[in-house]
């Protein structure tokens, strides 16, 4: 068997959970090779903790990939994750059409806003830039509010309807577009999760698991990862949407129970093992 190569896009958020720190172990649970491409190097992630630090690492990308072009490293799936400005979105796109083949799915997560508002130090243009990178993807994964901006949709709290949901998925569908996930979908209040539109089958497949209160951070990218490990793994859309939505409502609710700091991050690892099982059909 030959095993499956990703490049994971993302921040290194040192201390947090997110990006790279949840990236790489959920992809190498999966069995996939799982190869960095570091974009920034910051203490933690910005979502609620002061006085972060932050460098860049725009000026390492290009070298590293070109290094990698000399040494023949080919890649079966590239994902990309939180960015950070419109001048690395810019850069990513020049990276992502080093690295990709025939054959390479890109997932991007857009990973901007939530809870009807962009992340802190992003604006319109960003949203604009990040929906033009998107729309490059095979696989685009955003959240509702992300969903909203990238469609020119009025942003709507849950419950949401069938009707509301269709909606959004098909407009993001483009050209390029294979799949269209889309994540914090709820029809009723005790129950949370995504819809996935297949386009070539023009069919829209859900998944939910039990509604845990409270926003915990980190899980948007514990979700994409864990869909695309399964995924890259051989499974259906349907299996790996339900593998992730039961992955990260599970880790959730753990932290829930636990009573830690929800902007620390979420306890994934302790259900790694069992979705590693999921994922190879155990
Ligand atoms: O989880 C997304 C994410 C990744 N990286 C950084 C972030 C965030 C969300 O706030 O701040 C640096």
Redesign the pocket.
């Known amino acids: 068997m030959n095993q499956k190569r990703v490049v994971s896009i ?2 290194i ?1 040192c201390f947090g959970k ?2 790279i720190t949840v990236s790489s172990p959920i992809l190498s649970a999966a069995g996939i090779e799982t190869v960095v491409l570091p974009t ?1 190097l ?1 203490s933690t ?3 609620g903790l002061e006085g972060y630090t932050f460098l860049s690492l725009e000026n390492e990308l290009l070298p590293i990939v070109q290094h990698w072009k000399k040494l023949g490293i080919r890649f079966d799936a590239i994902i990309t ?2 960015v ?1 400005s419109t001048e690395m979105i810019e850069k990513l796109e020049t990276v992502e059409n080093l690295l990709k083949g025939e054959e390479t799915v890109i997932l991007s997560d857009p ?1 901007m806003a939530d809870n009807g508002v962009l ?2 130090g992003f604006d319109e243009n960003y949203a604009e830039k990040m929906k033009d990178f998107c729309a490059r993807a095979d696989i685009v994964l955003p959240n509702i509010t992300e969903a909203c901006l990238m469609t020119g949709t009025p942003y709507r709290e849950g419950p949401y309807t069938k009707e509301y949901i269709g909606e959004l998925l098909r407009k993001l569908a483009g050209p390029r577009q294979k799949a269209v996930i889309l994540t914090g979908v709820y029809f009723d209040r005790g129950h949370l999760g995504a819809a996935l539109y297949d386009v070539q089958k023009d069919e829209i497949i859900y998944a939910f698991n039990k509604r845990i209160e409270g926003y915990y ?2 899980t ?2 514990i979700f994409a990862n864990a869909f695309f490990g399964a995924y890259l793994a051989g499974n259906s859309f349907g299996n790996s949407l339900q593998a992730a939505v039961d992955f990260t409502q599970e880790s959730i609710e753990r932290t829930y129970k636990a009573k830690t700091d929800i902007r620390f991050g979420v306890n994934f690892e302790a259900g790694l093992e069992e979705y590693a099982r999921k994922v190879h059909g155990k």
């Open positions: 993302q921040d958020s997110c990006s920034a910051l992630h910005t979502g994750g939180y950070g990973a992340y802190k951070h980190g948007g990218d």
